[in-house]
């Protein structure tokens, strides 16, 4: 069963938190106006800081459907929205030029019919005959080549799709989408005049911290703190590849497996490859630089 829409951005802010989602509230403003105004709405900023989550949240929250394109290099019309089944449609040929009764013009137009159409992300999103619209999220969209972002311009600013051989097929009650990309490049004016727009950023410590309690149920308080601390602390240096609000969660499941009840630089430096992806990252957190966080972090705890 779906649910209404949030009435007030405070009331989409307790919705979302419900839901142990736990945004600013400039993300839940935008969020409420994306609603109200049937607008997609496109989230930008460093990975790990929930955009695809939000998607996925708001989804449950409203009970609705998720579809998810995954945004990668070459996708193109036929992985997003749609493509013929060229081999059935062959089979029907086939079939028909063994039977000297079959119409040739009603097969060609037959062979462009709903029944020969393989829909992709996009296309079921606009569905007319789903129950319900559902929550489309365009993951990544920066992983894609720069072209694919014309195929986008129709859905985003429309609801619809435009099939040469079918005709146009129109949502009647368009998607809840979101767009999420973490600025490996520019997106195009276009595609961002069509949405709007909220940068995501790395949530304050006690933002962090209680993201944590939620996240990981039976963290114990102080561990939680000196997890945040440390990250937080760690998120100002000059790295390659900064941890997100999901590597402060893997890291604190990871120590909560080792039974740490603190941090010491020893499991610091054991488990730097859940928080650090890259080699260089990880060369230059080991030794004397990760421990000196961390007494900044005990010393910034007795203060």
């Known amino acids: 069963m779906t649910q209404n829409l949030p009435s007030s951005v405070d ?3 307790e919705a979302l938190i419900a839901q142990d989602y736990l945004p600013d509230r400039a993300l839940a403003t935008a969020l409420y106006l994306a609603l109200k105004l049937e607008r997609p709405l496109f989230l930008e900023g460093e990975p ?5 989550e939000l998607a996925k949240t708001v989804a449950t929250m409203l009970g609705r459907p998720l579809i998810r394109l995954q945004c990668y290099e070459g996708l193109d019309l036929a992985g997003a929205a749609y493509e013929w089944n060229y081999a059935r449609q062959m089979i029907e040929i086939r079939l028909a030029e063994r039977d000297p009764g079959v119409a040739r013009e009603a097969l060609a137009a037959e062979l462009f019919s709903e029944r020969f159409l393989i829909p992709r992300a996009l296309l079921k999103a606009i569905d007319s005959r789903a129950p319900v619209a559902p929550v489309l999220l365009i993951d990544e969209l920066d992983r894609a080549d720069e072209p694919f972002e014309a195929f986008l311009l129709e859905v985003l600013s429309d609801f619809q799709i435009t099939i040469p051989e079918f005709g146009t097929v129109r ?4 998607p809840i989408v979101f767009l999420t990309s973490n600025r490996t490049r520019e997106i195009h004016d276009a595609v961002k005049r069509r949405c709007l ?5 790395f949530p304050d410590a006690q933002r ?13 308080e102080g561990l939680a703190r000196q997890i945040v601390g440390f990250i937080q602390k760690l998120r100002g240096m000059d790295l390659f590849k900064l941890p997100g609000i999901a590597e402060t969660i893997e890291w604190t499941r990871a120590l909560m497996e080792l039974d740490a009840i603190e941090l010491d630089p ?4 054991d488990t730097l490859g859940v928080l650090l992806k890259y080699q260089d990252d990880i060369a230059r957190m080991q030794g004397s630089e990760s421990a000196r966080l961390l007494a900044e972090v005990r010393e910034a705890a007795r203060a």
């Open 266 to 269: 020893q499991t610091v430096q």
């Open 197 to 201: 727009y909220q940068w995501v950023g």
């Open 171 to 174: 949502a009647v009650q368009p």
């Open 48 to 52: 790990g800081t929930g955009k695809t």
């Open 208 to 220: 962090e911290y209680e993201i944590l309690l939620r996240r990981v149920p039976g963290v114990a």
């Open 11 to 13: 009331a989409t802010l």
